[in-house]
């Protein structure tokens, strides 16, 4: 059998020059997290498939990689159902583990708990541009904390770091699963059906309002209450103004207080903000994951049409592990676009310094080379990044590949060289 050499679909080999950004960016991550008081865990890459298809993590418990029984465990012949063949899988996103990890930790984690989270994730999804199938996730999580404190503590994390992205502008939306589900049942829309709207909802920026209407309408919905659903959106102001009417057209239907902490929220982010981005009350804006609880946002780049992130706070997630409400809310970056997009821009990590290679003779005697590594090792005491290599014979071609690798000072080395 042949050996492949191309990597399996979804996943990709990652070159140098990426992997520099890619370290630069965590290490950026790290350093901003740690300003707002964020601790660094990690959970197993491997998680119970009980707690992989809980009914928490919506569309993506469809692309769980899932792995058999070991050893004498796995009796292939006498399975009759998939839980016969299949004890465990890998993590789809990080909220999943950390909530595992939370519930089984709790007594030795201070209160609330501000929890950094950085590694891969794996889904069965169809790869496409920024999409694959193993990829790198960053989450920031507050859990313990039940006051809009947290959202706004996350939100000011994650802007101030992609503020120091290179990136001149993003916006960030925000709504709330409350106000979601007031305005469908304002509308007459029932209870039981909510998921089925929120997900035609969810199409709104790329079919419109008027294309969501007609998707509802053939759905079953009945036209009154569509037409109503529609108004409130033809009607809603923008920013804390969209909140504001909320409050008062969805009396009876939404408690006060929602619309009133979402105000806050989004009134205190722009005032403490340090980087330059929009926060916008969407009411469009649903989010996939059915755990969400209550404030929910996403962030994009101008430019770029997906979003780089998302979030929001997810109460009920981690009572499911110990039977005890719990309150959370976490922000994840998508670090795999954020990181497509830097690349794609020509992106330079700053503060580099000057890389420096010394280009050997084939015929160099020992003595020199001896002095070549000598000087090297003086240089990079320094604080200089030093690489020592043989000259090839295509030493032009060699040449413009050290300099494509960053290599700025290439100094060539013969038996009668200075050093």
């Given at each position: 059998?042949?050996?492949?050499?191309?990597?399996?679909?979804?996943?990709?080999?990652?070159?140098?020059?990426?992997?520099?950004?890619?370290?630069?960016?965590?290490?950026?991550?790290?350093?901003?997290?740690?300003?707002?008081?964020?601790?660094?865990?990690?959970?197993?890459?491997?998680e119970h498939i009980e707690n992989l298809t809980s009914k928490q993590g919506g569309d993506?418990?469809?692309?769980?990689?899932?792995?058999?029984?070991?050893?004498?465990?796995?009796?292939?012949?006498?399975?009759?159902?998939?839980n016969d063949l299949v004890d465990s899988g890998l993590r789809y996103d990080l909220t999943?583990?950390?909530?595992?990890?939370?519930?089984?930790?709790?007594?030795?984690?201070?209160?609330?708990?501000?929890?950094?989270?950085?590694?891969?994730?794996?889904?069965?999804?169809?790869?496409?541009?920024?999409?694959?199938?193993?990829?790198?996730?960053?989450?920031?999580?507050?859990?313990?904390?039940?006051?809009?404190?947290?959202?706004?503590?996350?939100?000011?994390?994650?802007?101030?770091?992609?503020?120091?992205?290179?990136?001149?502008?993003?916006?960030?939306?925000?709504?709330?699963?409350?106000?979601?589900?007031?305005?469908?049942?304002?509308?007459?829309?029932?209870?039981?059906?909510?998921?089925?709207?929120?997900?035609?909802?969810?199409?709104?920026?790329?079919?419109?309002?008027?294309?969501?209407?007609?998707?509802?309408?053939?759905?079953?919905?009945?036209?009154?209450?569509?037409?109503?659903?529609?108004?409130?959106?033809?009607?809603?102001?923008?920013?804390?103004?969209?909140?504001?009417?909320?409050?008062?057209?969805?009396?009876?239907?939404?408690?006060?207080?929602?619309?009133?902490?979402?105000?806050?929220?989004?009134?205190?982010?722009?005032?403490?903000?340090?980087?330059?981005?929009?926060?916008?009350?969407?009411?469009?804006?649903?989010?996939?994951?059915?755990?969400y609880t209550g404030p929910i946002f996403e962030i994009s780049i101008d430019g770029f049409?997906?979003?780089?992130?998302?979030?929001?706070?997810?109460?009920?997630?981690?009572?499911?592990?110990?039977?005890?409400?719990?309150?959370?809310?976490?922000?994840?970056?998508?670090?795999?676009?954020?990181?497509?997009?830097?690349?794609?821009?020509?992106?330079?990590?700053?503060?580099?310094?000057?890389?420096?290679?010394?280009?050997?003779?084939?015929?160099?005697?020992?003595?020199?080379?001896?002095?070549?590594?000598?000087?090297?090792?003086?240089?990079?005491?320094?604080?200089?990044?030093?690489?020592?290599?043989?000259?090839?014979?295509?030493?032009?071609?060699?040449?413009?590949?050290?300099?494509?690798?960053?290599?700025?000072?290439?100094?060539?080395?013969?038996?009668?060289?200075?050093?």
């Open positions: 059998m042949q050996l492949k050499k191309k990597p399996v679909t979804g996943m990709k080999d990652i070159l140098p020059q990426e992997m520099e950004i890619r370290d630069y960016v965590i290490g950026l991550i790290k350093e901003t997290y740690k300003q707002f008081g964020f601790t660094s865990m990690e959970a197993p890459c491997v993506n418990e469809k692309l769980i990689f899932r792995i058999l029984k070991r050893g004498e465990k796995l009796k292939i012949s006498e399975a009759k159902e998939e999943v583990p950390l909530c595992r990890f939370y519930s089984n930790n709790a007594n030795e984690l201070p209160q609330p708990f501000k929890a950094l989270h950085i590694g891969n994730v794996f889904r069965a999804d169809r790869p496409q541009r920024g999409r694959f199938r193993q990829f790198m996730q960053c989450d920031i999580d507050i859990l313990g904390e039940p006051t809009f404190l947290a959202e706004i503590d996350v939100i000011l994390a994650t802007s101030t770091l992609v503020g120091k992205l290179d990136f001149d502008s993003f916006t960030i939306r925000i709504n709330d699963r409350r106000i979601l589900k007031a305005m469908a049942a304002y509308s007459g829309f029932p209870e039981e059906s909510f998921t089925q709207v929120f997900i035609i909802l969810d199409k709104m920026d790329k079919i419109g309002m008027d294309g969501v209407a007609a998707e509802l309408v053939e759905s079953g919905f009945d036209q009154a209450g569509v037409e109503k659903y529609m108004d409130l959106f033809k009607a809603m102001g923008a920013g804390v103004d969209g909140v504001a009417y909320c409050k008062e057209k969805l009396e009876g239907f939404l408690d006060p207080k929602v619309a009133e902490d979402l105000t806050t929220i989004i009134e205190s982010v722009m005032q403490a903000k340090t980087a330059n981005f929009n926060l916008e009350f969407d009411p469009t804006l649903v989010r996939g994951m059915s755990y049409a997906g979003s780089v992130g998302g979030g929001g706070r997810y109460d009920e997630m981690i009572g499911k592990f110990t039977g005890t409400p719990t309150p959370a809310t976490g922000f994840s970056i998508g670090f795999e676009r954020i990181v497509m997009l830097l690349m794609e821009k020509g992106f330079k990590v700053p503060g580099t310094k000057e890389k420096k290679v010394y280009l050997l003779d084939k015929k160099l005697s020992s003595d020199k080379i001896l002095a070549v590594m000598k000087k090297a090792g003086e240089e990079r005491a320094a604080g200089q990044s030093v690489n020592i290599v043989y000259a090839k014979k295509n030493k032009k071609f060699q040449k413009e590949q050290l300099e494509k690798e960053g290599y700025s000072i290439i100094e060539e080395v013969y038996n009668d060289s200075e050093l």
